[in-house]
């Protein structure tokens, strides 16, 4: 890129000194035409080497910005499997909760079920 521009300037140095010259002959005269031909085709080959660069440049953002959106996209997933995860958990514990209070009321239940039918029992000795 750097030879290029070297080229390019100094085709434009030489182009200006033959411009420049008020009386050239036949043969300047044909070195600048060929010169300003060779400056213009030296001009384009450096353009389409720059757009070649950027497209280059912009075909690495849309991949650099395709693995960003996979990673946030990964991010996502993970951030959702966490919080079903931790959703899981908590039905999980709720559930067992609930399971120890029934337990604990069933418990109570047949506790006081117990001390009526030996109140029963008692009231039915007194009674006798």
Known sequence: KQQQMH???????????LQSKPDRSAEESDRLRKLMLEWQFQKRL?????K????????????????????LEAERRARLQDEERRRQQQLEEM?????ED????????????EE????DAEEKVMVL
């Open 7 to 17: 080229i390019v300037d100094m085709l434009s140095k030489e182009i200006q000194e």
């Open 46 to 50: 450096q353009e389409s080497k720059q």
């Open 52 to 71: 070649d660069e950027d497209d280059e440049e912009e075909e690495d953002d849309d991949v650099d910005t395709m693995l960003i959106m996979q990673r």
């Open 95 to 99: 559930r067992k909760r609930e399971a």
């Open 102 to 113: 029934r337990a604990r009321q069933e418990e109570e239940r047949r506790r006081q079920e």
């Open 116 to 119: 009526r039918t030996k109140r």
